[in-house]
T-cell receptor, first 108, second 114 residues
Framework: ELKVEQNPLFLSMQEGKNYTIYCNYSTTSDRLYWYRQDPGKSLESLFVLLSNGAVKQEGRLMASLDTKARLSTLHITAAVHDLSATYFC????????FGKGTRLSVIA | SAVISQKPSRDICQRGTSLTIQCQVDSQVTMMFWYRQQPGQSLTLIATANQGSEATYESGFVIDKFPISRPNLTFSTLTVSNMSPEDSSIYLCSINRGTMETQYFGPGTRLLVL
């Protein structure tokens, strides 16, 4: 059974700081997703990672995938308040298995 | 990207009643997925709906409680039957699309059962 673990589950960051969210998964998978969810909203797709060593960047967010370690990271650079949201990683094909989410709060 | 709409966007229901949630997609898809997100929790897949066949339910979910229809390739419904307060959740429909098979989610239906 595929299990996905995210940490931390809660993260309070100061604006301008850097931090990394980790996503570990238990069995081999050919794809990993990162999603963002704002309060009361649906999920927004951020990244799809398909191969070992894949790295994708969008603005202040950068995601990477190490399939051998079964680990993905979401790195936040110079955080701003607008990044406050819950971030989920999800692994698999059909069905996707989601991590519990990381609730990020960026404070001044 | 994908355009997915859901109705209703939210509802407040009495226990023991049933609610049917509709999901409409902007183009034909083979599979549609229904997820549940309980308050403050992650997403859990309820079932996969294929057109022309019965839905496939995940462990812990049964057809009697969550009947699903898939009358065509752009539409599906999920019914939450005989509701209890524990059914209070966000229900989301989802599809795969694109060369990278990205999974897109509808806006969700926020259900509160009193």
């Amino acid at each position: 059974e595929l299990k996905v673990e995210q940490n931390p589950l809660f993260l309070s960051m100061q604006e301008g700081k850097n931090y990394t969210i980790y996503c570990n998964y238990s069995t081999t998978s050919d794809r990993l997703y990162w999603y963002r969810q704002d309060p009361g909203k649906s999920l927004e797709s951020l990244f799809v990672l398909l191969s070992n060593g894949a790295v994708k960047q969008e603005g202040r967010l950068m995601a990477s995938l190490d399939t051998k370690a079964r680990l993905s990271t979401l790195h936040i650079t110079a955080a701003v308040h607008d990044l406050s949201a819950t971030y989920f990683c999800a692994v698999g094909n059909t069905p996707l298995v989601f991590g519990k989410g990381t609730r990020l709060s960026v404070i001044a | 990207s994908a355009v997915i709409s859901q109705k209703p966007s939210r509802d407040i229901c009495q226990r023991g009643t049933s609610l049917t949630i509709q999901c409409q997609v902007d183009s034909q898809v083979t599979m549609m997925f229904w997820y549940r997100q309980q308050p403050g929790q992650s997403l859990t897949l309820i079932a996969t709906a294929n057109q022309g066949s019965e839905a496939t339910y995940e462990s812990g979910f049964v057809i009697d409680k969550f009947p699903i229809s898939r009358p065509n390739l752009t539409f599906s419904t999920l019914t939450v039957s005989n509701m209890s307060p524990e059914d209070s959740s966000i229900y989301l429909c989802s599809i795969n699309r694109g060369t990278m098979e990205t999974q897109y989610f509808g806006p969700g239906t926020r259900l509160l059962v009193l």
